[in-house]
T-cell receptor
Framework: NAGVTQTPKFRILKIGQSMTLQCTQD?????MYWYRQDPGMGLKLIYY???????DKGEVPNGYNVSRSTTEDFPLRLELAAPSQTSVYFC????????????????FGSGTQLSVL | AQSVTQLGSHVSVSEGALVLLRCNYS??????LFWYVQYPNQGLQLLLK??????LVKGINGFEAEFKKSETSFHLTKPSAHMSDAAEYFC????????????FGSGTQLTVLP
């Protein structure tokens, strides 16, 4: 019953450091997404993946990298962290890219709060 | 292009009062519309969504929303607020029903007063 699991929940980085935000899902979903949520703003798409080995950029990809070696895992890598990357990061997954059925939806993790100082 | 505007970043209601959260959208094609709720320290959960068909959509926890094409609106309502409804609510639009093309509003924080 785990759903989408993100680790860590909180992290403080110094400028220039790097880190990987982990995301794993146990629902066998092909489609996975990384969003960032800035204060007072809606979520913005960073990267997404339509299956193992296939990733693509979203609206705000600069400063991030992703990989998808398995169906379950979709880690987000921050290289050379900058204060502008202070945000809350959410991972999400879904079984279908397009939602015709009322029961199809995005499943979200509980988020990683990242501060870059 | 598509966009979402949520009117009012903070809304306060008394317990038992009507909840009305406003959402207007712009989309060049018939949109798919969504309302998500975010409780403290949790990820977003889908409340309801409009794809096609009936314009009044019922969701979980007694919420509903009506798609009004002429007004480009998708306002969220609940007849009687409960303390447990206190959360942040996000409206979102996707012109193709695709997750990669979801555009979120900036959110409305709902406070329920005893």
């Amino acid at each position: 019953n785990a759903g989408v699991t993100q680790t860590p929940k909180f992290r403080i980085l110094k400028i220039g450091q790097s880190m990987t935000l982990q995301c794993t899902q146990d629902m066998n979903h092909n489609y996975m997404y990384w969003y960032r949520q800035d204060p007072g703003m809606g979520l913005k798409l960073i990267y997404y993946s339509v299956g193992a080995g296939i990733t693509d950029k979203g609206e705000v990809p600069n400063g991030y990298n992703v990989s998808r070696s398995t169906t379950e895992d979709f880690p987000l890598r921050l290289e050379l962290a900058a204060p502008s990357q202070t945000s809350v990061y959410f991972c999400a997954s879904t079984s279908k890219e397009r939602w015709g059925d009322p029961n199809e939806k995005l499943f979200f993790g509980s988020g990683t709060q990242l501060s870059v100082l | 292009a598509q966009s979402v505007t949520q009117l009012g970043s903070h809304v306060s209601v008394s317990e038992g009062a009507l909840v009305l959260l406003r959402c207007n959208y712009s989309s060049s094609v018939p949109p798919y519309l969504f309302w998500y709720v975010q409780y403290p320290n949790q990820g977003l959960q889908l409340l309801l969504k409009y794809t096609t068909g009936a314009t009044l959509v019922k969701g979980i926890n007694g919420f509903e929303a009506e798609f009004k094409k002429s007004e480009t609106s998708f306002h969220l309502t609940k007849p009687s607020a409960h303390m447990s409804d206190a959360a942040e609510y996000f409206c979102a639009v996707s012109r193709s029903g695709s997750a990669r093309q979801l555009t979120f509003g900036s959110g409305t924080q709902l406070t329920v007063l005893p």
